[in-house]
């Protein structure tokens, strides 16, 4: 999908990080958008900013993790637009506590796999039937992580493999059936977003258990937090998604550094020769990593 102009996208997840970067940089094609975020005022915010920078853009308060809000989140985007060319599955949070995997309790794997795959499928469900029936084109986007290529680490990474996955499938389908449907699954390394305060949009439910933190996590969070900080900034990741949709491209990884390369090359070399995966550190801020 090379001309953009005109063209409608839903971005989820847009009025913060990697979503609003999506959003400004589609809109800087001369496309319309429609702004989805669970934050009213910031989405507000972010709405009149683009508008006064002449985006045409309509905002939906939503929580895409529950069928409703995405129904009507489909039905206010083509009550404003009239179409939908565009679906980019952004809205997504951190999570998880730092326990073991078998020790994670239901209420945390119910939230993290709510925004992070069950809102994802909802968009599919919802977007994919009009795309195809438009018979005009278009592109779906799904924002993984490099989590999603690396070894998997907690409740996020499961979310995040699972995305892709998911792509995989839905790039299968189009193609398998010919349908002018592009699919690209975005999986980005340290960019700087508030993906560390996810906390601020947890249901109002209280936790089972209390979360406990040693000196090593509290080190691990500190030098993850300097990553994330001085992470690549979400409009550049922004760019490279429009870049890709025009290219129709399906794997987007946000980093160009050797370091992302090796991690992902490490997942898949102990697969290909029958070993046991290889324990390795994502590159933090000052190993040299690109960003």
């Not at 009550?79 to 809205?91: D, E, K, P, R, S």
């Not at 109002?204 to 258990?209: G, L, N, V």
């Not at 406990?212 to 690549?232: A, F, H, N, Y």
Request: charged share 20%; net charge negative; aromatic share 4%.
């Amino acid at each position: 999908m090379k001309e953009l102009r005109d063209r409608v996208a839903v971005v989820t997840g847009a009025a913060s990080g990697i979503g609003r970067g999506i959003a400004r940089a589609l809109a800087q094609q001369g496309t319309k958008i429609v702004l989805a975020d669970v934050e009213p005022e910031p989405l507000e915010k972010v709405a009149q900013e683009m508008r006064s920078e002449g985006a045409r853009v309509e905002p939906v308060c939503c929580d895409v993790s529950d069928p409703a809000n995405m129904d009507r989140l489909r039905d206010e985007s083509l009550t404003a637009f009239g179409a939908v060319h565009i679906l980019c599955n952004n809205a997504g949070v951190g999570g998880g506590l730092a326990l073991p995997i078998w020790e994670q309790p239901a209420s945390e794997w119910n939230w993290v796999m709510g925004v992070n795959l069950d809102a994802v499928v909802l968009g599919i469900q919802r977007f994919m039937p009009v795309m195809v029936e438009q018979g005009a084109g278009g592109h779906v986007v799904n924002t993984a992580s490099i989590a999603g290529l690396i070894l998997g680490g907690g409740i996020y990474g499961v979310s995040k493999h699972a995305v892709v996955a998911l792509s995989e499938a839905i790039y299968r389908d189009t193609q398998s059936r010919g349908i002018p449907i592009g699919v690209s699954v975005l999986c980005p390394g340290w960019v700087n977003t508030r993906i560390l305060e996810s906390e601020r949009n947890r249901p109002e439910t209280p936790r089972e258990i209390s979360e406990e933190s040693g000196p090593i996590l509290e080190q691990m969070r500190k030098i993850v937090e300097t990553s994330i900080q001085t992470g690549m900034s979400p409009d550049e990741v922004g760019q490279r998604v429009v870049k890709a949709i025009q290219e129709e491209r399906f794997y987007i990884l946000s980093h160009d550094g050797a370091e992302w390369t090796t991690m992902i090359e490490n997942r898949m070399r102990p697969i290909l020769d029958g070993q046991n995966p290889q324990m390795m550190m994502p590159p933090f801020a000052g190993s040299g990593e690109t960003s």
